[in-house]
């Protein structure tokens, strides 16, 4: 083991050796005259340091990832190609004395490019997940820049030079090479996938190889370039840089694929393809003050094709942003925002075809003993996997969303009623075909519950059909989990025997001011729930709104907590302070709040408040982030109400806060968690004795 750990670090520090060598070696290789006792010295360093980075690169595609050393291959050939085409150039040159343009050496120069460029291509193919179509708009309108100024400067001018036709297509052909490297360069650069150490070294190649090819047809053009001036050493740096890639420990997570492709436009990006747009009319501009507008056409259609390009960029942004709105991150499904807005649109075009659209509510069985056993990340994988098999089973039109948690919806248009028990159980098995790996040694098995109900059959609302479908899925959960529940199967709720000191205040709600009582005396806050109602009730009058909305305050006051109920009890009777595993289960009761109250008639609203009555004023509250006045009014009077409640309650973790902190903290909060207007108000009639204080009750 030591030994082969001590391999490890030699491996490691190989292309360091490699690198810092060759490049003494460069320097060396300045000082070094041509001849030393009539032996060549100067063009057997310069072939041996060239040669020795193509050597680098075919070994280190030895060590490549299977389906990696094409890419690396090719350049490897690229490399030795080079490392010929130097050996020729540099023995004609200097031990021949042939000095003719273009010569064999210019083959080989020339040679190397297609290689280098198909190479690079390949790997960008590998790195990126699937077309990295934003990658490639952005690197065009690079390379479209550059190609202008190419012909600009280097092409045009090289092509007016005069000559004998093979000179003039050999001088257009390496700034064209050149150019065809470049874009493939930025597609590398500015594509998806990792950016370790090789694949620096690899960019640090390209910019080193393409700015001495720049230089040298600018000397070309100007006609100064002599043989070994300071070019050498930028080509042989970039030939030595290309060599430690390959043999950098780095090299295999170049080609490894990203695991998602990443649109989005920098700072920087966005000043960089903007500076690069502008460059194409500051030629113009500079020919036009200089009197040679002769490139007029070339920059017309560079500016063109630079316009398209962005109008096309601008429209795949937009487009991915869409989607990203509407598509819930880790299961690639819609989220609950657009099954929300969808359904009103498929239950409208049912009005007016005529025909019936079901709603499905499918949870995943025990899924909190899968997070608890195995963690949260395989609980990840198990959502990933039950989408993609629900996913398989869906047909076109009909919308699958992951409608929060562990829970998924689905809407079907045209759904007959004999047969939606029947689609139901088909996800159902689907769901529970096969086990699903959570990790390479263990898999567990998956079952779902499914609720469902039909418009117009069961309801004629949104709200009112999901609620139905949802009473469904608890009917399923009850009868044993892992079945199919529609909603005319599903069984009515008992009604409780009427509690003696409670008189209804609407139809139908005494069984959940029982649960609010319940839940009240489980935690010892008696009185809670009431205290809230009152004070919200107050609080909404003092603000001058009509009855029905001070009723709806005070209601969802009474009852924005019954569904604590359905928390497991060691979590809401637990004496310290809870986990954020816990947390999460906690932060679900507004959901439930919600669902219990939404199947009773005329009390939708009210559900709407329970279910918003922890979102805070800055956006960061739950289940749905809202913010400012996105949250309903009665949910911003309950929440400060509920707040001071909780402040002024003796807890085992936490006695009660005296009245000037709690009021504070009421105070620091406003603006951030509480809407500020109603938190001035709840002050202002505390300090006016108006709100009633709790009566304070230890647990035992």
Not at 92 to 101: A, E, N, R
Not at 361 to 367: C, N, P, S, T
Request: net charge neutral.
């Amino acid at each position: 083991m030591e030994t082969r750990s001590g391999a490890d670090r030699a491996a490691r520090g190989t292309w360091l050796v490699y690198l810092l060598a060759g490049l003494a070696l460069v320097v060396a290789y300045f000082f070094t005259p041509l001849f030393i006792g009539g032996f060549p010295v100067k063009v057997v360093l310069y072939c041996a340091l060239s040669g020795s980075a193509g050597v680098a690169v075919c070994w280190g595609a030895r060590r490549a990832k299977p389906g990696s050393r094409l890419p690396w291959a090719l350049l490897g050939a690229s490399q030795l190609t080079y490392f010929t085409a130097d050996a020729v150039f540099y023995v004609s040159h200097y031990l021949i004395g042939t000095t003719t343009f273009p010569a064999l050496a210019d083959l080989f120069y020339l040679g190397h490019y297609p290689m280098a460029v198909l190479g690079v291509l390949l790997l960008i193919r590998r790195r990126a997940p699937g077309r990295d179509v934003p990658g490639l708009l952005d690197a065009a309108t690079l390379a479209v820049v550059a190609a202008m100024l190419s012909w600009v400067y280097l092409i045009g001018p090289q092509s007016r030079r005069g000559g004998s036709l093979l000179a003039e297509l050999a001088s257009v052909s390496y700034p064209v090479m050149d150019l065809a490297l470049l874009t493939v360069g930025l597609g590398l650069l500015l594509g998806a996938g990792a950016r370790p150490k090789a694949f620096l070294l690899l960019v640090a190649w390209l910019a080193l190889i393409l700015t001495a090819d720049t230089i040298y047809v600018a000397q070309q053009v100007m006609g100064v370039y002599t043989a070994g001036n300071f070019l050498d050493a930028i080509w042989l740096s970039g030939n030595l840089v290309m060599g430690a890639a390959a043999l950098h420990p780095t090299m295999a997570r170049v080609s490894d694929r990203a695991p998602v492709r990443d649109s989005t436009l920098s700072p920087p990006r966005i000043a960089l393809l903007a500076g690069a747009a502008l460059l194409a009319p500051a030629v113009l501009v500079v020919q036009y003050y200089t009197a040679t507008l002769r490139d007029v056409p070339v920059v017309a259609g560079a500016c063109a094709v630079l316009f398209l390009l962005t109008i096309t960029r601008l429209g795949i942004l937009v487009s991915d942003q869409r989607k990203l709105a509407i598509t819930d991150a880790l299961t690639g499904l819609h989220t609950r925002r657009f099954f929300e807005a969808q359904l009103p649109l498929e239950m409208a075009r049912a009005r007016r075809a005529r025909s019936a659209v079901a709603v499905l509510i499918i949870d995943v069985d025990h899924f909190k003993a899968i997070n608890d056993r195995y963690g949260h990340p395989a609980g990840d994988r198990v959502l990933v996997e039950i989408a993609a098999r629900l996913r398989s089973t869906v047909r076109d039109g009909e919308v699958l969303a992951r409608y929060g948690g562990e829970e998924f919806a689905l809407i079907v248009p045209g759904a007959e009623g004999e047969t939606l028990h029947t689609l139901a159980d088909r996800l159902r098995e689907q769901v529970a075909s096969a086990p699903i790996v959570v990790d390479q040694r263990q898999w567990v098995a998956v079952t779902v519950s499914i609720g469902t109900a039909r418009h117009p059959t069961h309801g004629t609302t949104p709200a009112e059909l999901v609620a139905i479908a949802d009473r469904a899925l608890y009917s399923a959960k009850a009868a044993g989990r892992d079945r199919v529940v529609v909603a005319s199967d599903a069984p009515l709720p008992e009604q409780p025997q009427q509690h003696p000191r409670e008189q209804p205040e609407l139809g139908g709600s005494e069984y959940l001011h029982l649960v609010a009582d319940a839940v009240d005396d489980l935690l010892d806050d008696h009185g809670h729930s009431r205290s809230v109602a009152r004070w919200s009730r107050m609080l909404a009058k003092e603000c001058g709104y009509d009855a029905e909305l001070v009723r709806r305050a005070e209601l969802a006051g009474r009852l924005h907590d019954v569904g604590k109920v359905l928390l497991p009890r060691s979590v809401l009777v637990k004496p310290d302070e809870l986990t954020e595993q816990e947390w999460e289960l906690m932060r679900r009761h507004p959901e439930h709040g919600f669902r219990m109250a939404a199947l009773l008639p005329g009390h939708l609203g009210v559900a709407h408040v329970i279910r918003q009555h922890h979102e805070r004023w800055d956006g960061l509250g739950y289940p749905e982030g809202l913010a400012g006045r996105d949250i309903r009014v009665e949910a911003r009077i309950v929440a400060v109400c509920d707040a001071w409640a909780a402040m002024r309650s003796e807890r085992p973790y936490q006695p009660a806060m005296s009245v000037d902190r709690a009021c504070a903290e009421i105070r620091a909060a406003r603006g951030t968690q509480f809407d500020p207007d109603v938190a001035d108000l709840f002050l202002s009639l505390h300090a006016r004795g108006a709100i009633a204080d709790l009566h304070l009750v230890h647990r035992g």
